[in-house]
């Protein structure tokens, strides 16, 4: 399995940014896929997962409001549209798959919000 974020970058506070992610080499269609973050010095949070379902896990209370986890209809592929970025925002976002009770991360995506 692999799993492959993509979208990170720099913004401006008050912006906005879409990450990506996208995790081939299974076939099972149960699954759920999250995302997590982890801010510089911080321990790794979870954002918000969503299962293959459509069903979505709560969000971080940090981010209610302001973030929208959404999925391909056809592909392995989640995205986290993040609106009204916050310097408390930066942080390396990481995707992780969970199918069979394993879990598999990706590399991670650095965000980082800044003027």
């Known amino acids: 399995v692999q799993v492959v974020e993509s979208g990170g970058g720099l913004v401006q506070p008050g912006g906005s940014l879409r990450l990506s992610c996208e995790a081939t080499?299974?076939?099972?269609?149960?699954?759920?896929m999250s995302w997590y973050r982890q801010p510089p010095g911080q321990e790794r949070e979870l954002v918000v997962g969503i299962h293959s379902s459509g069903t979505t896990t709560d969000y971080a209370d940090s981010v209610k409001g302001r973030f929208n986890i959404s999925r391909h209809r056809t592909k392995k592929m989640i995205y986290l549209q993040m609106n009204t970025l916050k310097p408390e925002d930066t942080a390396v976002y990481y995707c992780?798959?969970?199918?069979?009770?394993?879990?598999?991360w990706g590399q991670g995506t650095q965000v980082t919000v800044s003027s």
């Open positions: 992780k798959v969970r199918v069979l009770d394993r879990e598999y």
């Open positions: 080499g299974f076939t099972f269609s149960s699954y759920v």
